[in-house]
T-cell receptor, first 113, second 112 residues
Framework: KAGVTQTPRYLIKTRGQQVTLSCSPISGHRSVSWYQQTPGQGLQFLFEYFSETQRNKGNFPGRFSGRQFSNSRSEMNVSTLELGDSALYLC????????????FGPGTRLTVT | DAKTTQPPSMDCAEGRAANLPCNHSTISGNEYVYWYRQIHSQGPQYIIHGLKNNETNEMASLIITEDRKSSTLILPHATLRDTAVYYCIVRVWVPTGNQFYFGTGTSLTVIP
């Protein structure tokens, strides 16, 4: 079974721009969660989508948003990029929402200059 | 979710068992213990989880003390590829909401 895939793997953007990252979960998995990882803050939860609805949201500003499609694929968007948004963005999928083990993708490395 | 305490770093000789401890003294009866690991610059990898009984899978064993206040992840025959940061997470089971809170973990270095 194919794992979680994320595209693109690397991205360089300029301050003020916006960016969209994509995540395809494991086949049959319906929950997708997004995390941000930085050296200073570690792994931080952004939000979770299940059945095309946002179920949980972490403590991030409204510039960070996401959505989920009917095939469970998910996208996250960051608008008005700031230098501090440079991070590894990780997507994780699980069978459904609730406390199920999550399977992570390789991440998208975003650099904001 | 209960807090966990892990040593910041550990070394293990290749081929020996790696025993990674985790303290979760405030754990409550309905909280599970999860272990993940993250190899440099990759996404975290699920290893194992348990509630009160010891668990074993193809990757590792999880030993939870009888009072559930601590646990140990055991990698039976550590290889160089097991060098990673290991996260112990305590999480109550809920039917909705799937966020995991990762702490700073234990950086395990397997030495040849």
């Amino acid at each position: 079974k194919a794992g979680v895939t994320q595209t693109p793997r690397y991205l360089i953007k300029t301050r003020g721009q916006q960016v969209t990252l994509s995540c395809s979960p494991i086949s049959g998995h319906r929950s997708v969660s997004w995390y941000q990882q930085t050296p200073g803050q570690g792994l931080q939860f952004l939000f979770e989508y299940f059945s095309e609805t946002q179920r949980n949201k972490g403590n991030f500003p409204g510039r960070f948003s996401g959505r989920q499609f009917s095939n469970s694929r998910s996208e996250m968007n960051v608008s008005t990029l700031e230098l501090g948004d440079s991070a590894l963005y990780l997507c994780a999928s699980s069978l459904r929402t609730g406390t199920y083990e999550q399977y992570f993708g390789p991440g998208t490395r975003l650099t904001v200059t | 979710d209960a807090k966990t305490t892990q040593p910041p770093s550990m070394d293990c000789a290749e081929g020996r068992a790696a025993n990674l401890p985790c303290n979760h003294s405030t754990i409550s009866g309905n909280e599970y213990v999860y272990w993940y690991r993250q190899i440099h610059s990759q996404g975290p990898q699920y290893i194992i989880h348990g509630l009160k009984n010891n668990e074993t899978n193809e990757m590792a064993s999880l030993i939870i003390t009888e009072d559930r206040k601590s646990s140990t992840l055991i990698l039976p025959h550590a290889t160089l590829r097991d060098t990673a940061v290991y996260y112990c997470i305590v999480r109550v089971w809920v039917p909705t909401g799937n966020q995991f809170y990762f702490g700073t973990g234990t950086s395990l270095t397997v030495i040849p």
